[in-house]
Structures are given as C-alpha cells and as structure tokens.
T-cell receptor
C-alpha cells in the first residue's frame, strides 16, 4: 500500500477555504485516493474519492494532478464543525484493507 | 447510507478480566469487517480482518490469543480482549466495506475501553 505524507496540523478561520495536500509518490496504477474525516471519539467518515483530475461532491473537492503523486482536499468555507482530523489514503478499490497515516489535524477558529 | 454500530460505546473493567465488543452492520451484510485500535492523539492502527465463517487475519504484532475475533454472521463481528491490562486501554473501532465499488468503509462509532 502506498505511503502517504500529510501536514500534521493546519489552522484556519471560519468562512475560509482550506486545502490539505497529501503526497503519495509511490501510488500504483490501480490505486484510488480516498479522504476520511474523524471527529474526536468517533469513527472516521468517508469524504471523497478520486482517481485523477477533479472530483467534487456536496462536502469537498479533490484535485489530483496528472502524475497523481499528490492530491489536494479542498474544503470550501469551513465552519467550526469542520474541526477534525483528515486522513488521506491510497489503495486499490478492490483491496478493502485500509492503512491510515498520521492525518492532518485541522483546527477552525471563529 | 450504510450504518455500523458498536456496543458498548464505553466500558471500564478490572485488570485480568475479558471484555467483548460487538460490531454490527445494521442495514447491509458484511462478509468482511475490520478492527482498529486508536490511542489518544494517534492514528488508527489496523488490528485484524474479520472474515465471516472463517478465521480472522491478524496484522503483524497483534496477539491473536489476546484479541479474539469471531464473525458469527453476515452482520456481526465481535472482538474479545482477553485478560485485559491497562496498556490495552484504547479506542476500538470497527468498519465494514461498502458495496458501491468505491473503496469506502463504514466505520462504527467506536468503543472506549479503560482497564483499571
């Protein structure tokens, strides 16, 4: 499974756009990129998944450059409730076992 | 969407006792479930893969005799922490894969285990 590298923490303010970048230099051809969100004392929650270019849903956007060696999770206009840890994972969709990296601890302040 | 529940949500036990944690998929079937452990301020660590009708697969370094896993049905997996010690105190989380084709896992709310 490809190893990922993310910033340990990020700070933002309400209403700002937050971009969290994840490096995955050894991503394999069949690997997808998936992001999870975890609030304290809760299980992680799926946010978004993509293979290349851009994916957008009601929660976030995921930008993946052509070489796929990195990806950026974009959270538009964050609120206090977006304070959480965000995990970037890469893997083959058919391979269900997930290996979590350190994640990025996002703190949103008023 | 798919829902995974865990019971209990928290448990306190004495050192040397055993504790069972249940993980249920409420509205879908799961032939495979996963168990994770998470210490404070740390990431999730995969402990084992629970397989319905067969033995669990444990990750390297996880004692299979200490962390007993039983996947008795398509909706229930249990993790039993045997002879618990204070160092086993942690947040235990289970997950089950979705069926949408994405590599999406549905996680339970977690169980906080405190061993005195």
């Amino acid at each position: 499974l490809a190893k990922t590298t993310q910033p340990i923490s990020m700070d933002s303010y309400e209403g700002q756009e937050v971009n969290i970048t994840c490096s995955h230099n050894n991503i394999a051809t069949n690997d997808y990129i998936t992001w999870y969100q975890q609030f304290p004392s809760q299980g992680p929650r799926f946010i978004i998944q993509g293979y290349k270019t851009k994916v957008t849903n009601e929660v976030a956007s995921l930008f993946i450059p052509a070489d796929r060696k990195s990806s950026t999770l974009s959270l538009p206009r964050v609120s206090l409730s977006d304070t959480a840890v965000y995990y970037c994972l890469v893997g083959d969709p058919g391979f269900q076992k997930l290996v979590f990296g350190t994640g990025t601890r996002l703190l949103v302040s008023p | 969407g798919a829902v995974v529940s865990q019971h209990p949500s928290w448990v306190i036990c004495k050192s040397g006792t055993s504790v069972k944690i249940e993980c249920r998929s409420l509205d879908f079937q799961a032939t495979t479930m996963f168990w994770y452990r998470q210490f404070p301020k740390q990431s999730l660590m995969l402990m084992a893969t629970s397989n319905e009708g067969s033995k669990a697969t444990y990750e390297q370094g996880v004692e299979k005799d200490k962390f007993l896993i039983n996947h008795a049905s398509l909706t229930l997996s249990t993790l039993t922490v045997t002879s618990a010690h204070p160092e086993d105190s942690s947040f235990y989380i289970c997950s089950a894969p979705g069926t949408s084709g994405y590599n999406e896992q549905f996680f339970g709310p977690g169980t906080r285990l405190t061993v005195l």
